[in-house]
């Protein structure tokens, strides 16, 4: 799973420009999603059926704004710079996040979350392809780790500071929250902005051509790393709109998640940069089978929660599951990375955002019509959906990569 050697040595101010623009981004970016439920009901508990399926609606603009645009995201990226996208997305999104502050009519917010999906995706898939082009082969594992160690922990703090204020703030003052994600994206881009003042930055086409688009998409390879995360972002965009909402209905104080989702996030500073060390040294593919049996324990988990109550059994395999989780980050990514150096890079990566952003925009759909039809039912099917695709998707992908093996050389 290993592409051609990068010659170039990796640029320490890129790195660092990405890191903190991703930390601070998703960190408004998690802020901001974990009231929206509650900010566009106007109330946190006892939401009725049409509002919740509002709430979904209105939601999904973002994910169908990102996969319907990332693409020429990716590619503007390798045209033009992949930090002047960075910092310009990033800008974007600051401006739109502070016209949410002033509304909360349903359509104006479906409106501009379907623009903020467009930033978004330029956003990650810029970020991912800096890193990408800015790592060694031999050590990507361990900058992929970085880096999902520095996005995930932006979007728990944010989720965590986020549901803590549903305790603090009345429902009418929420605006202010997302206020303040405003200020955290536009200091991003100003970070970005500041690092990579005068470092030279490769640029990969010398024209926007929509076949070497079509041609990164159609890779065999390039399918098999990304399409697993279509399954993954199914169970985690329904869980980023609707944990918030669902913790408050079922009596859990605000601030009790807060802490809990907020010592999680610690906890990816320590794990993602071991796992990609770790994917580096025994190989992306091994990585990723603990990663997918780590969803499926958590699935399984989720679905006995779901289906019986809270239990002290179910809650540890959540917990234990979770922490093997976290080791397919890293090593899909690093994956991602490897075979994407013998093609362009942002739009290699921006596939990736495709791929995760159509997985929210499913995942919603399907987790809030199945939970309508068939309440707490429905749910365990929708989890059984989601296990079921990721292991025969990694599945393929390992038997893909025996076959290679095994084919003679020409």
Not at 36 to 60: D, K, N
Not at 213 to 235: F, G, H, K, N
């Amino acid at each position: 799973m290993t592409g051609a050697p990068d010659q170039a040595p990796p640029s320490g101010r890129l790195l660092s420009a990405v890191f903190g623009a991703t930390f601070l981004v998703r960190f408004g970016f998690g802020l901001t999603v974990s009231i929206f439920a509650t900010y566009l009901a106007g109330r946190s508990q006892g939401l009725e059926t049409p509002t919740f399926g509002l709430i979904g609606l209105v939601s999904a603009m973002a994910p169908i704004g990102e996969f319907s645009t990332v693409l020429i995201s990716g590619a503007a990226a390798d045209r033009y710079g992949r930090v002047q996208i960075l910092v310009g997305a990033s800008a974007l999104a600051a401006l739109l996040m502070a016209l949410v502050a002033t509304t909360r009519l349903p359509i104006v917010l479906g409106a501009l979350n379907l623009l903020f999906g467009v930033a978004s995706g330029a956003i990650l898939a810029s970020s991912l392809a800096v890193v990408t082009e800015e790592s060694t082969t031999g050590g990507r594992g361990l900058e992929m780790g970085r880096f999902d160690a520095v996005n995930l922990l932006g979007w728990i703090l944010g989720f965590a500071i986020g549901y803590g204020s549903l305790d603090l703030l009345p429902n009418a003052e929420l605006g202010v929250v997302f206020a303040v994600g405003a200020a955290l994206l536009g200091a991003g881009a100003l970070f970005a902005r500041i690092s990579a003042r005068g470092v030279f930055e490769r640029r990969t086409f010398d024209a926007l051509r929509f076949r070497r688009v079509v041609d990164a998409v159609a890779r065999r390879d390039v399918l098999l790393v990304t399409l697993p995360w279509l399954v993954i972002y199914m169970l985690l965009g329904t869980v980023f709109v609707f944990l918030g909402t669902a913790s408050s209905s079922a009596g859990l104080p605000s601030s009790e998640i807060a802490l809990l989702i907020g010592g999680g996030g610690l906890l990816l500073l320590l794990t993602q940069p071991t796992y990609g060390r770790m994917a580096d040294r025994f190989g992306r593919i091994r990585l990723m089978w603990v990663g997918t049996f780590g969803f499926l324990g958590v699935l399984l988990g989720a679905a006995l929660l779901t289906e019986y109550g809270v239990s002290t059994p179910a809650l540890a395999l959540v917990g234990v599951s979770a922490l093997a989780a976290l080791a397919y980050g890293p090593a899909a990514l690093a994956a991602l990375g490897d075979i994407s150096a013998d093609v362009a890079r942002g739009t290699t990566m921006a596939i990736y955002s495709l791929v995760i952003s159509l997985g929210m925009l499913v995942g919603l759909i399907a987790s809030t019509q199945l939970y309508a039809a068939w309440g707490n039912t429905g749910l365990v099917v929708f989890f059984g959906g989601v296990a079921v695709g990721l292991f025969v998707l990694t599945a393929v992908r390992y038997w893909d990569l025996r076959r290679s093996t095994a084919r003679p050389a020409a």
